[in-house]
């Protein structure tokens, strides 16, 4: 089955570059979304189609792609941004399309 | 503003029937735009999408779940639901209802999820 590849965790500190890698064969043929998850809460979409971000979700959030390889970069990392981050997409390889969510990324701010 | 709230019982017994309902609010599901669907998380691992919905019934599930789900859509009550048969405690995780652009797209509303263990 296809999968999508995370690192398991990511530190950095206050104020700088957080980036989040999420790898995949299908990923230049289907958008790829993130998610924020903070502990007790449900999933927030923070990037949508590869580099889309929704209302309301601050600039410091960015998206990017290159090959098989899409990242997750928060600018200016602040406290609030520890939380774990899943990568989203899709497996078009059978009869039809379905959702596939990576193993998700811990971050922590130091 | 739109919102979802999942439903239903906290604790399934082995081999048994699990069954959950999302009922939408601030919107209708009937919306031509949208899609609705299930996605669960295990205790401390990470997400599974399970299926998704169009208010006409269109449905498409996850292969390694297809066999034990379905997903169903009441446009009178504004709801859709979750049956997932033969429960197990591999099963036991917080479902969550969610809204998605299309079937396979990102999901930009979630409900506050439903958690469900799987216990005799």
């Known amino acids: 089955s296809y999968e999508l590849t995370q690192p398991p965790s990511v530190s950095v500190s206050p104020g700088q570059t957080a980036r989040i890698t999420c790898s995949g064969d299908?990923?230049?043929?289907?958008?790829t979304y993130w998610y924020q998850q903070k502990p007790g809460q449900a999933p927030v979409l923070v990037i949508y189609?590869?580099?889309e971000r929704p209302s309301g979700i601050p600039e410091r959030f960015s998206g990017s792609s290159s090959g098989t390889t899409v990242t997750l970069t928060i600018s200016g990392v602040q406290a609030e941004d520890e939380a774990d981050y899943y990568c989203?997409?899709?497996?078009?390889?059978?009869?039809?399309?379905?959702?596939?969510f990576g193993g998700g990324t811990k971050l922590t701010v130091l | 503003q739109l919102q979802l709230q999942g439903s239903g019982p906290g604790l399934v017994k082995p081999s048994e029937t699990l069954s959950l309902t999302c009922t939408v609010s601030?919107?209708?599901?009937?919306?031509?735009?949208?899609?609705w669907g299930w996605i669960r998380q295990p205790p401390g691992k990470g997400l599974e999408w399970i299926g998704s919905i169009y208010y006409s019934g269109i449905t498409y599930y996850n292969p390694s779940l297809k066999s034990r789900v379905t997903i169903s859509v009441d446009t009178s009550k504004n709801q859709f639901s979750l049956k997932l048969t033969s429960v197990t405690a591999a099963d036991t995780a917080v479902y969550y209802c969610a809204r998605l652009k299309g079937y396979y797209f990102g999901m930009d509303v979630w409900g506050q999820g439903t958690t469900v263990t799987v216990s005799s």
């Open positions: 189609k590869d580099s």
């Open positions: 989203q997409s899709a497996d078009s390889s059978g009869t039809y399309s379905y959702v596939v």
């Open positions: 299908a990923l230049p043929k289907q958008y």
């Open positions: 601030g919107g209708s599901i009937s919306s031509s735009s949208y899609y």
